[in-house]
């Protein structure tokens, strides 16, 4: 498989199809960048931050000595890491939350012991630049200046360098930053596989389409707010008093203050919508599919589901089967209302990205950046997003802009 050629995650726009073609004939193009060799090959080891067992803050440990990323397969590429990012997933993953997943992905003919995982570099967005490329990548070649959200089987970004598959790589907006950067692919194509290929919407029948998100002042929030908005929908987002004035400057026309009283009766006041995106879960289940017009095809899409608790409580086979009863049970229960319920899932993807690039150079995506990091500070970057109630993403610097 050529790393233009991209797994199907469900939908796929047009816009989508167009963007692997434009890279199907960029790899013809390019077709003399092969494999080349940097200085990194000559080592075996680099910096990183990395756990050697699940727990709580105090099991992160910085290294030196940190086994440096080869190329195994010739579709991947070497990315040295200007910045990165720490998302709430890091956390999870540090207490070891979908660790059972995570191996059957690692290892899925179960040949190594329990454990092998570790020592293990958290890290899921990464802004940075190509060092090296396995001899099937011509879309890419070193000097490239990329980013990506990796896969959370694989190792992550809290390092100098990270291995990653062409098809999950992208080039970086001209426009930012690599600090800037680094806070926006994790949560872009979480938000892109959520609202567009499991919610169903996107720039062509985006317009006016009344969309409700749980949760907007978070990163996936702020980041799915601008592109419905970019689309023409009209948004309602929930949020803290104090998240207002954020939500509203990236596009927001309703703003709900969950603090100001029971958020489902401010939000039964407003017209019914189209889509519903739930960054919060618990008992928002409980009434928010009641938000959608029914028999009009409305969709409630949560992020917040048990597949990954329900693996790591019964086994893989059972924590699956356990997990199909329970959606199946919910999609049938709300399709007699004549909604959709449905369960929404990061997906990594470079073609999105390819789109997200081309949306923050128009001006329509910004980055959110809270709070940024040194290097040096990493335990104290996962102690800011474990505190919760973000305003935008949380940032680690690795190596200084050249810009």
């Known amino acids: 498989m050529t790393p233009c050629q991209e797994k199907s995650f469900g939908l796929v726009s047009d816009c989508s199809i167009m963007l692997m073609c ?33 727990g709580k803050n105090d099991v992160l440990r910085f290294t030196k000595n940190a086994a440096l990323p080869i190329i195994h397969y010739p579709n991947e590429v070497i990315v040295k890491v200007h910045a990165a990012s720490v998302n709430p997933i890091d956390i999870s993953m540090r207490g070891g939350y979908g660790a059972a997943t995570m191996a059957m992905k690692r290892d899925p003919l179960n040949m190594n012991q329990s454990g092998s995982e570790f020592p293990l570099i958290l890290g899921r967005d990464v802004s940075g630049e190509i060092m090296e490329c396995g001899l099937d990548v011509n879309y890419f070649k070193p000097g490239d200046q990329v980013w990506a959200a990796i896969p959370p089987w694989k190792q992550g970004s809290l390092a100098e360098f990270v291995v990653l598959s062409a098809n999950e790589v992208s080039h970086k907006p001209k426009s930012l930053r690599h600090v800037e950067a680094a806070s926006i692919p994790y949560v872009a194509a979480t938000a892109w596989s959520v609202i567009v290929n499991t919610g169903g919407l996107n720039k062509d029948n985006g317009s006016k389409k009344r969309v409700l998100i749980l949760g907007g002042s978070g990163g ?69 599919l009641d938000l959608l017009k029914p028999w009009n095809g409305a969709k409630y899409v949560t992020l917040v589901t048990p597949f990954l608790h329900n693996t790591d409580r019964l086994g893989l086979a059972d924590g699956m089967m356990q997990s199909g009863v329970t959606i199946g049970c919910k999609v049938l229960k709300h399709l007699r209302k004549g909604v959709h319920y449905r369960w929404g899932f990061f997906a990594p993807s470079g073609p999105t990205l390819d789109e997200i690039s081309e949306m923050v150079d128009a001006g329509k995506v910004r980055p959110v950046v809270e709070e940024v990091f040194s290097f040096a500070h990493v335990p104290q970057a996962f102690q800011k997003v474990e505190q919760g109630h973000a305003r935008g993403k949380t940032v680690v610097s690795i190596a200084e802009d050249k810009k």
């Not at 075996?44 to 699940?54: E, G, L, Q």
């Open 22 to 54: 434009k890279r199907w004939v960029l790899c013809s193009l390019k077709g003399q960048y092969r494999s080349l060799s940097s200085s990194a090959s000559r080592r075996s080891v680099m910096p990183a931050w990395v756990i050697d067992k699940y």
């Open 220 to 288: 996936v929030g702020t980041l799915a707010i601008q592109m419905v908005k970019a689309w023409g929908a009209h948004v309602t987002v929930t949020c803290s008093q104090n998240a207002e004035r954020l939500v509203r400057d990236l596009g927001a026309d309703d703003v709900v203050d969950y603090t100001a009283g029971p958020v489902e009766k401010q939000l039964q006041t407003l017209q019914k919508f189209d889509l519903i995106l739930d960054n919060i879960g618990g008992e928002t289940e409980k009434w928010a």
